[in-house]
């Protein structure tokens, strides 16, 4: 279970967000198509455990499953690339350049939403029995989700709007902080602990993430929760996708960049001069 020192896995985030950039387009498309569908399994299977159990800690004990397993099958998500991809440009890695960036992002975002949504049509018909009877408990909470996280925030206008995207900006402190804990260790049981910890925050305070969202909120449209496509991306998809943005690449890669990275040089004390011994 080595531990990797943090100026050390600096690198390695820097090294990281370079390779993202260069990867081609069908590899790219293909982890992030993976990483949504796993991610959405992990959500669909801590959903049920809530409404089996009636224990949502339980739930979020168990839900970084999802997240360890596509990490190190080394599939990507939005929220990792957010924090990682920019990293390569602003350490100024040769031929690394921000219109790389956006492209990495774009191709991860639809490739997440693919996955995901294949999920949403996979569980929604579990849950109804291909849609031939009512959706059964878990999949009526589902609905109610969507609904609570939509139009519940509309509702609040304004303040509605500040809550979600503080929330998507404290989610992605913890994703991406799990991201990065995993560069920590050499072993991969030293990174399953390591990632366990953010993600278990992050999905027991109810912050708000896009992948994970990406699931629940198609998924809860197709069994019958009262919001529309338009709630969706409004009041959540949208506000969500830019507080992990700015979470992941603010709080976590930009932090670790500028004091691991570009370490700022040591203060000099004054009047160092070793003294001479007592008499």
Request: aromatic share 12%; hydrophobic share 55%.
């Amino acid at each position: 279970m080595a531990y990797v020192q943090p100026s050390d896995f600096a690198a390695k985030m820097i090294d990281a967000g370079e390779s993202k950039i260069l990867m081609s387009t069908k590899d790219t498309l293909i982890r992030a198509y993976m990483a949504g569908a796993i991610l959405a399994l992990a959500a669909a299977f801590a959903v049920s455990i809530a409404v089996n159990t009636g224990n949502f800690l339980v739930a979020s004990l168990l839900f970084p499953v999802g997240f360890c397993m596509l990490y190190l099958l080394g599939f990507d998500l939005l929220t990792g690339v957010f924090t990682l991809a920019p990293l390569a440009v602003i350490a100024k890695r040769p031929g690394m350049t921000w219109g790389g960036v956006l492209r990495n992002w774009g191709l991860v975002f639809i490739g997440n939403f693919a996955g995901a949504m294949t999920v949403a049509v996979f569980m929604a018909i579990v849950f109804t029995f291909g849609f031939s009877e009512a959706p059964n408990a878990i999949g009526e909470k589902i609905g109610k989700i969507g609904e609570a996280r939509t139009l519940g925030y509309a509702s609040h206008g304004a303040a509605g709007m500040l809550t979600v995207f503080v929330r998507a900006v404290m989610c992605n402190w913890m994703v991406s902080t799990g991201v990065v804990a995993a560069m920590m260790s050499s072993s991969v049981s030293g990174k399953i602990m390591a990632m366990w910890m953010p993600i278990l925050v992050f999905f027991y305070m109810g912050f708000e993430h896009s992948i994970v969202n990406m699931f629940l909120f198609p998924s809860g449209i197709m069994l019958g929760g009262q919001f529309t496509w338009v709630d969706y991306f409004a009041y959540n998809e949208i506000p969500v996708v830019l507080g992990n943005l700015v979470g992941g690449l603010t709080f976590v890669g930009g932090m670790i960049y500028a004091t691991h990275y570009k370490t700022s040089p040591k203060r000099q004390v004054a009047g160092s001069a070793v003294g001479t011994p007592a008499e």
